[in-house]
């Protein structure tokens, strides 16, 4: 370990840059790659394949009980240009988490946040600082950063979900803080809607007066679930709204702000209609994708990856990206594109 | 006119009184009523029956063409403390707006905000640069400043509904611009959903993407309708949501920013269970409330009103006000609060 | 007194017209001139001279002890388009006190915001919240809405400046409250710097760590006095900065945030070289200006005001006004535009 | 390269194992480390002796070009704790830079934000975006995110500063964006005043009206140089305005808005009076600090630096810190606060 050791032919240069290492320097003239002309990007286009994760998720609910490490069954993406680290992207962690019936995650918290996306399945509950969210299809279910979460799954079937975190950000920052639940019991209420839901979730823009003062400091959305119902008569109605349009996007927001629903991920879901192909884009940062519905290819950057429903797929920052539906294709994608914009940094050209 | 005149029986004073008065100066000392300890509000506690308006409303509407004067038939609520002036609050105007069957109001803008909120019937339509809006019982629709606005009735029976206008305020501040439609022709269309509403009406916290950017600038609510099917079922589940409560208030607010629909005027829709009564309130700055549904009595100051649906109740500044509900009592208000909120002049206090 | 009468020579349109009068109801097509094409202002132009208000405030100051009434010696202006109200504008109260030596004005506070601005002469103190602020000719002192404020004078000249108040904002939205100070004792202390000063007066940029937090809620600038001096030397390095250029203006801001000192009102001051006229400009909102140095004329509207230094001059909303500098001229202005700007109301042309 | 391979004594565990390397899955239940109790922070604690670095940067000008790569001469900081990375912290590249007599480094922008501080010296020019910014000792100069920049010096003598970057961050971003300059040609004015002095330095809460419509959009701050002289006034009247204090700290802010002057880092001034001790602090996010005046010691976690003016001291995050002041003690800081702040992920302790 220590500072990089750099060479010359020169001997009194040679000299310098061994003093230069000994004194902890480096010579910029001699470093490259640090001021490219456009990102230098590690992470690369990936697709994991739903079916895969399926049967691999309930191998591992078969082989390994859920309190062997960290109290959650789950299975990493771990990005291939990433040098083994367990990340989707440079920013996100990317993982399915498997429950079997009966089972349930105790309680904990951490600084990083997270998010659930349901891709296939119901009957599970993540509780979020004690209130019960049900999950199925289609549903997003935020566990915000510090607040204490767990899941169980009290039905007969085993319950598969996407977790997406801004770990690897979090983590750079050397921010990382966790905190084990006040108990280690899992609580198993099943209430049908959520507190959460209760006050912000009846009607676009209609806000509870009680509930606005305690929100107004969190980061936030006091919104905790996005119905799949909602999203989709969302969709459905943008699309009726311009006869001509072949595809259209949503984005999830906190209803007390009309931000983004956390600081530091964007959650938005796309529909193209069958037989369309999007408009390609590309933007700085990354992204984590998941297909919702319908199958056809997703094109990134030099690569083109055929995708059908539960399938996860990377988009690098800085990567055009198009989607092809041959069956009209739902498709929800996470990115860190808040924190590129606070920071200034956001740039996103339609090709 | 011209500057006031002060006396004084010492002669020396009197002369420097009358010097002040010929150079259009008051001398302090001698004013009373400036710097009061609490607000000396010339508004009254006021209401106007709902039953009156409608009966006043119809016999407008068999003696008085709609293009008489305006072009539009209205009836302005005159509170009785303001010398006269067609107004409801110092800062708001009310008024009832009564259209017969196959009659229009063309387009006009100008710079005081209205909203338009129906206490019964349905079947009319107002379009807000040319967005169509139907309005039906319960339903709020705003038309904000410097929106080009008209409306039509296509159905057979009359429609009536409440104004609200922000214009003694805009008045105040010698604001008021106002501007003839690019037409004169209504244009009668009768689409059943707004393109409002399919864009941002979609469900809570969902954003449409591409509607994003142009509702950057706009200090309105990009949601131009609120339906009552929407602020029924909300209010519901906030009162599910705790089983001790005997009312609940919801805003209306804007979908893009979380703040107020306009930025003169908040408003809200306050459910109080038959045999209750909501907690006494008093805050800066008055308000113009209609009753929905249901009946009951509402404390005014030391007034008191017994309502019924459709009636319309003045509560001015800092005047002490609660709702007694015999049946279960819908009360939709608007008032001035976001302005006094911005100015650092918003005071509360539940007593 | 009670709601207007309106007449009409049909018989059944008259029956309608009092009984909508009996019910504090009034026909909008019978009404004029509520929306108008442009604004309807009652605020004249107007100037008050500083040699007279000199002349009458030292009259004054000989005649009146100033515990007369309301504990301030205090002329107002009162423009003659406003029926009689001590008001310059519409919006604001602008005036000049008056201090003996020794004498003293004990502490109060209200909702309306103040601020003081000498014309000249030195040598007084304001007291904000405890805080002791010189004053001497060209600088801006604050005493923010709800800030126990107090004056004394222990120089052996007598001294004056302008104050300028929100009152007829504040009053409209029914919001004014008045408190007495802890103690009718004036506190004569005479610091050559404030505490504001010390902690926010450093420079520009310079922000005081340990203080931050708790200016974070306050809606006005931390700093209290704005000194001579620096503006001055800011103004000369503006006008360096454009050879080309005949006239600039500065605002006073909250170096907190950024934005004006006070919710309520936007401080100014332009600089206008001898010689030259300033482009004229018409906005939204009323403006209080101030000649702090220099003669000229100032044009507002039709009208045309030959000025010197201590003349008051008001320019109403939606006037086009110009200045023409004989000799360089400072023009210190206030003006309600925060208001207007985060109402959406405000519109400015350069004509 | 690839997905790391987890292993297990069970053979279907293992198996399992292996299949997830093969479609690069990690299980989380083998993963140690990722949600730590505390930050894991690689970033040691280190100080740079400014002795050293002034002797190596001299050595390299007199044995390297300016433009034998990169135009610039640079020595980066690299910590021991980054594996060799040429970065002082995790989020901040900090360096030295050597000018010198008549050279000059040409102009080029890229999305990594800089600045510029002088510990010792004057005589060199920054020109952002053609705007001259002259440089000497106790100066912070801003070179924000694609701003084009360049450096000359038209001296007799050398000179040298530190330059702190936010590149590590972007890059962890993948924003990083570069380009050279319109021209190859270093502008080698030496105005004495910039124009963003001249707009925006006049002194503290005074604004230029013409200026701030361009300044509004911009997320940096448009005074670009901060002058020893304010900051040194500043420091001082802050410790006279409190007669018991023995330290205090100033932050560089924007005047248009109040925040910091770039998105992405925190620049503070902390004065530690002679014999005393500053109160120990410790928050995420990590800092970067020089000393400008004065000697003592500088505890960060179990690590005790002594320092001397010139010396560049690295505090990594969640490592507790505190000054000891032998003779009066100005420490500049640049810290990655606000990028932790707008994400919810900043946290501070005073011990």
Redesign the interface.
């Known amino acids: 370990?220590?500072?990089?050791r750099f060479t010359s032919e020169?001997d009194?240069?040679q000299t310098?840059y061994n003093?230069?290492a000994d004194?902890?320097?480096?010579?910029?003239?001699?470093?490259t790659g640090?001021?490219?002309?456009?990102?230098?990007?590690s992470?690369q286009p990936?697709r994991?394949?739903g079916r895969?994760?399926k049967k691999?998720a309930a191998?591992?609910g078969e082989?390994?009980p859920i309190d062997?490490?960290?109290d959650?069954?789950?299975?990493?993406?771990?990005?291939?240009g990433l040098?083994?680290a367990?990340f989707a992207t440079?920013?996100m962690w990317a993982?399915v988490q498997f429950l079997n019936p009966s089972e349930g995650a105790p309680p904990h918290r951490?600084?990083?946040a997270a998010l659930r996306f349901v891709l296939e399945g119901e009957g599970a509950w993540t509780l979020v600082d004690g209130d019960p969210l049900h999950m199925a299809t289609g549903d997003l279910v935020l566990t915000p950063?510090m607040t204490f979460h767990e899941h169980h799954n009290p039905g007969a079937q085993p319950m598969m979900w996407m977790d997406v975190l801004d770990?690897p950000?979090?983590?750079?920052?050397?921010?990382?803080?966790?905190?084990e639940g006040p108990t280690e019991q899992v609580d198993t209420r099943t209430d049908p809607?959520s507190?959460s839901?209760?006050?912000?979730?009846?009607?676009?823009?209609?806000?509870?007066?009680?509930h606005?003062g305690k929100n107004a400091a969190a980061?936030?959305?006091p919104?905790l679930a996005?119905?799949w119902a909602?999203?989709d008569?969302?969709?459905s109605?943008?699309l009726?709204?311009d006869s001509s349009a072949s595809e259209?996007?949503?984005?999830?927001?906190?209803?007390?702000?009309?931000g983004d629903?956390m600081?530091?991920m964007r959650c938005?879901m796309q529909r193209v209609l069958a037989g369309n192909q999007s408009a390609p884009r590309r933007q700085?940062?990354?992204q984590v994708c998941a297909v919702l519905h319908g199958n056809g290819v997703i094109h990134v950057g030099n690569t083109s990856f055929p995708v059908e429903s539960g399938d996860i797929v990377v988009i690098?920052?800085?990567h055009t990206w198009q989607i092809r539906a041959d069956a009209e294709l739902d498709l929800f994608s996470v990115s860190?594109a808040p924190?590129?914009e606070?920071?200034?940094?956001y740039?996103e050209t339609a090709e």
Chains 1, 2, 3, 4 share one sequence.
Request: aromatic share 8%; with cysteine; charged share 15%.
């Open positions: 370990m220590g500072t990089e020169e009194d240069v310098l003093d230069l004194e902890h320097l480096q010579p910029l003239w001699e470093l640090l001021l490219t002309h456009e990102p230098a990007v992470t990936f994991w394949s895969t994760l691999l191998r591992s082989l390994i062997r490490g960290g959650r069954r789950v299975l990493a993406c771990a990005n291939p040098q083994g367990p440079s920013t993982a951490h600084t990083p950063s770990l950000m979090v983590a750079a920052l050397d921010a990382v803080f966790f905190e809607l507190s839901e209760q006050h912000w979730g009846g009607g676009p823009g209609l806000s509870p007066v009680r606005l980061p936030h959305s919104l996005y119905r909602d999203t008569r969302a969709l109605r943008l009726d709204s259209t996007t949503l984005r999830f927001t906190n209803p007390f702000s009309g629903v600081p530091t938005q700085t940062g990354s690098p920052s800085w860190d924190v590129l606070s920071l200034g940094l740039r």
